[in-house]
């Protein structure tokens, strides 16, 4: 089951029209911020299921982290900046739409998806891309800097 929480990004896509007609496919439509936990508590995978296009090519969606927040996997198509984050477990980079592959790439995932350590590795890589961090290792850097 394919469950999609938000707005329609798609201004009216007939392919995510089509897609919505599927019995295995929910979309929600737009929730609130304090909504998202209890979606993210359902989910065994996060996807990030972008199309080619010059736009996608330059966007790094912070979704990706969300997810690896909650300690959930991801697969995530045609987003070139979120390649460098590729792991095995962790995330997991498509281009192109091949369902075959993209369906593989999820039973994958979905095999590692409750195991602990796991789990607690997307975390722990969520945590290094928090803001906070980022900016504390900002401040050493410029602090280390100085001295020299």
């Known amino acids: 089951t394919f469950l999609f929480v938000g707005p329609d990004g798609?201004?009216?896509?007939?392919?995510?029209?089509?897609?919505?007609?599927?019995?295995?496919?929910i979309w929600t439509g737009p929730a609130a911020p304090s909504e998202v936990p209890a979606y993210m508590n359902v989910v065994d995978i996060g996807i990030m299921p972008y199309k080619p296009s010059p736009y996608n090519n330059a966007v790094f969606p912070l979704k990706l982290?969300?997810?690896?927040?909650?300690?959930?996997?991801?697969?995530?198509?045609?987003?070139?900046?979120?390649?460098?984050?590729?792991?095995e477990h962790v995330y997991r980079h498509l281009t192109g739409n091949d369902p075959a592959e993209f369906t593989a790439v999820c039973e994958e995932l979905k095999l590692a998806h409750d195991d602990v350590s796991h789990v607690e590795l997307r975390r722990k890589i969520a945590r290094e891309r928090d803001w906070h961090h980022?900016?504390?290792t900002m401040l050493d850097k410029l602090n280390l800097n100085k001295d020299a």
């Not at 798609?10 to 496919?25: I, Q």
């Not at 969300?66 to 987003?79: D, I, Q, R, T, Y």
């Open 65 to 87: 982290f969300e997810f690896l927040a909650a300690g959930k996997p991801v697969a995530g198509m045609n987003l070139p900046s979120t390649e460098k984050v590729e792991q």
């Open 10 to 25: 798609t201004n009216g896509d007939e392919d995510f029209k089509a897609l919505l007609e599927e019995d295995n496919v």
């Open 134 to 136: 980022l900016f504390l």
